[in-house]
């Protein structure tokens, strides 16, 4: 399955993004799988941020992130989003979405393993 995250650009603090992870693939859907999403700064590792369970009834998220950060699906769409209020500097990042082994809400990143190309987000302060 491939996955192109969309959606990210530069924005202010306080400000919202909503990013997208579409799934492709000739006969591929992602609608058994949990779905995460990881971000990377320059010179840290990827950290967890969200995950969604593979009907959406479960969701997970980094501490940093909750109460700001909304993680949903639309299976019929075989896209995952990322809706994000009130982002901070400390945001600033690549985010990725990637698929998960099984159809839980994990936060390791040794469950996932399809990965998108990544989409850069930038809060300015």
């Known amino acids: 399955v491939q996955l192109q995250a969309s959606g990210g650009g530069l924005v202010q603090a306080g400000g919202s993004l909503r990013l997208s992870c579409a799934a492709s693939?000739?006969?591929?859907?992602?609608?058994?799988?949990?779905v995460g999403w990881f971000r990377q700064a320059p010179g840290t590792e990827r950290e967890f941020v969200a995950a969604?369970?593979?009907?959406?009834?479960?969701?997970n998220y980094a501490d940093s992130v909750k109460g700001r950060f909304t993680i949903s699906r639309d299976n019929a769409k075989n896209t995952v989003y990322l809706q994000m209020d009130s982002l901070k500097p400390e945001d600033t990042a690549v985010y990725y979405c990637?698929?998960?082994?099984?159809?839980?809400?994990?936060?390791?990143?040794?469950?996932?393993?399809?990965w998108g190309q990544g989409t850069q987000v930038t809060v300015s302060s």
């Open positions: 990637a698929v998960a082994r099984h159809a839980m809400a994990a936060s390791r990143l040794e469950y996932y393993h399809y």
């Open positions: 969604i369970s593979w009907r959406g009834g479960s969701t």
């Open positions: 693939g000739r006969g591929r859907t992602i609608s058994n799988n949990g």
